[in-house]
């Protein structure tokens, strides 16, 4: 890559590629998921369960978060797990359910692709695909979704700086599909007290260097349910725009982080109070 001038070196130390670089893009990017837009004044809130478990499952918390103002429902069919004897995921038995039930709801739909071979298969059911942090540096499957249509979530690797997390974007834009949404999820740190550390930093600083939709994931950035609610609200203060969260309705059943997933009650007071917080930044959630 050839070193631009005003290549954003004075902002962050790093060197921004041209495609990602707001400084050589017109406006900001709009990101279109099948109708809702994201990087708009409205702040989109994602949310829905970790992994899609069953019809019933999925279906009541996906009404749940249709009805407090959730825009894209979310859900794993093709699980990342550390272990390999957790449950990993319906694979296309939970794509089929997330289609049916964006079909019931009027919710888009997003989901994890993890693998190149999956693209066309995961790509029928989804209206947006996550890149997960595990794979934000497989640059085969950056490739490969940066060659299809479909919109396309990507989370910052877990040790990944905001440098290699724009080159990974870069990665996809430079196929074609300019469709992409960063996410700040956390990453690991010397910390233990929680799951990740959730730097928030990321968000403005992306937000200078990218004219990319910035969006934070309080659910994995921190691991701990209570402490979603205070992230999520700080995530809109520093300007995301948009959350993605795990909602469940009964996370103690929950067969992927039940314990980072908010209750239907969880949620719908925390939908009432980032209304607020939206607001006093002169944003708006719907
Ligand atoms: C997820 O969103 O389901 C997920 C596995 O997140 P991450 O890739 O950020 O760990
Ligand atoms: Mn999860």
């Given amino acids: 890559m050839e070193p631009k001038k005003n290549n954003g070196r004075e902002t962050c130390g790093c060197s921004i590629p041209e495609k990602v670089?707001?400084?050589?893009?017109?406006g900001p990017a709009i990101v279109d998921v099948n109708g809702i837009k994201i990087g708009g004044n409205e702040v989109i809130i994602?949310?829905?369960p970790c992994a899609v478990e069953s019809l019933d499952q999925l279906g009541k918390t996906a009404v749940a978060v249709k009805k407090e103002g959730g825009r894209i429902l979310r859900g794993g069919a093709f699980k990342p797990r550390s272990s390999p004897y957790n449950?990993?995921?319906?694979g296309e038995e939970g794509l089929k359910l997330l289609r049916q039930i964006s079909i019931e709801t009027g919710l888009p739909v997003v989901t994890e692709i993890m693998d190149t071979r999956h693209i066309e298969l995961v790509s029928r059911y989804a209206d947006m695909l996550q890149v997960g942090s595990r794979n934000m540096h497989n640059y085969p499957l950056l490739k490969e979704v940066g060659m299809q249509k479909k919109p396309v979530l990507?989370?910052?690797?877990?040790m990944a700086?905001?440098?290699?997390?724009?080159?990974a974007a870069e990665y996809i834009l430079n196929q074609g599909n300019d469709q992409v949404v960063l996410c700040e999820r956390g990453i690991r740190t010397f910390e233990t007290s929680t799951r990740?550390?959730?730097d928030l930093s990321a968000v403005p600083m992306l937000k200078s260097l990218t004219h990319l939709p910035v969006i934070v994931d309080p659910s994995h950035g921190t691991g701990i349910r209570w402490m979603v609610p205070p992230m999520a609200k700080a995530a809109i203060a520093a300007g995301a725009d948009g959350l993605i969260m795990e909602v469940h309705f009964n996370p103690g059943e929950a067969l992927c982080d039940g314990q980072q997933s908010l209750t239907l009650n969880d949620f719908e007071k925390l939908m009432n109070d980032l209304r607020k917080v939206a607001e006093a930044v002169d944003r708006n959630i719907s």
Avoid: C, D, P, Y
């Avoid at 670089?21 to 017109?26: E, P, Q, Y």
């Avoid at 449950?87 to 319906?90: E, N, P, R, T, V």
């Avoid at 700086?161 to 080159?167: A, G, K, Q, Y």
């Fill in 196 to 198: 990740n550390t959730l």
């Fill in 87 to 90: 449950f990993q995921g319906l």
């Fill in 46 to 48: 994602i949310a829905g």
């Fill in 21 to 26: 670089n707001k400084r050589l893009k017109a």
């Fill in 154 to 158: 990507l989370k910052r690797g877990m």
């Fill in 161 to 167: 700086t905001i440098e290699e997390f724009l080159l």
